[in-house]
């Protein structure tokens, strides 16, 4: 059973462009987080979406960022007009049954942006 | 609102010491729990995970246990090896999403 996929691992873009990250969940899951780990900081939730769903947005910014995980195909983290303050590692996780608290979140690799 | 607190890094240690690394939490109820690790360059892997009070989760020698009178979910090893260098991250589950802390990095040298 391949792992949550995430591409590229590696996003280089220069300030103003728009920066697009791909995350495929492990096979059987259909939940869908989006987090964000600033330089020697922790991860942070942007974005919780199921099929063709935005459940949670709390923590995207107001501006610039947009998700969606459609039907067919992976989810896609966008980012428009890209800032140096965007520089991070991006992360995907993945779980079966979000609704239920002791489920586990599984993690892709991760796609690194750095805004130049 | 809810958070976790762990122990700054980086924690440095020879092969085969004892291990712990601090985490505290703050929250209503008795959310789920987590340790997670991150080897250079790579994303996060569940290491364990403790689902209610006085749980105690267990993984490749690692163990933590479930504290609600402490709110505490401390990472413990007994005996670490050079591979075990990396990044850990402690975690609490709130409804959909896990609040991390800021990670302690272990270096584990010969």
């Not at chain 1, 590692?89 to 690194?112: E, H, M, N, W």
């Not at chain 2, 490749?60 to 990396?86: I, P, W």
């Amino acid at each position: 059973n391949a792992g949550v996929m995430q591409n590229p691992r590696h996003l280089v873009r220069r300030r103003g462009q728009e920066a697009r990250l791909r995350c495929s969940p492990m096979k059987g899951h259909s939940h869908v987080y989006w987090y964000r780990q600033l330089p020697e900081e922790g991860l942070k939730f942007m974005v919780y979406l199921q099929k063709e769903n935005i459940i949670d947005e709390s923590g995207m910014p107001k501006e610039r960022f947009s998700a969606e995980f459609p039907k067919e195909g992976p989810s896609i983290l966008r980012i428009q007009q890209v800032v140096r303050g965007d520089s991070a590692a991006y992360f995907c996780a993945s779980s079966p049954l979000a609704s239920a608290s002791t489920d586990t979140q599984y993690f892709g690799p991760g796609t690194r942006l750095t805004v130049l | 609102g809810d958070s976790v607190t762990q122990m700054e890094g980086p924690v440095t240690l020879s092969e085969e010491a004892f291990l712990t690394i601090n985490c505290t939490y703050t929250a209503t109820g008795y959310p789920s729990l987590f340790w997670y690790v991150q080897y250079p360059g790579e994303g996060l892997q569940l290491l364990l995970k403790a689902t209610k009070a006085d749980d105690k989760g267990s993984n490749k020698g690692f163990e933590a246990t479930y504290r609600k009178e402490t709110t505490s979910f401390h990472l413990e090893k007994g005996s670490v090896q050079v591979s075990d260098s990396a990044v850990y991250f402690c975690a609490l589950r709130r409804s959909d999403k896990l609040i991390f802390g800021t990670g302690t990095r272990l270096q584990v040298f010969p």
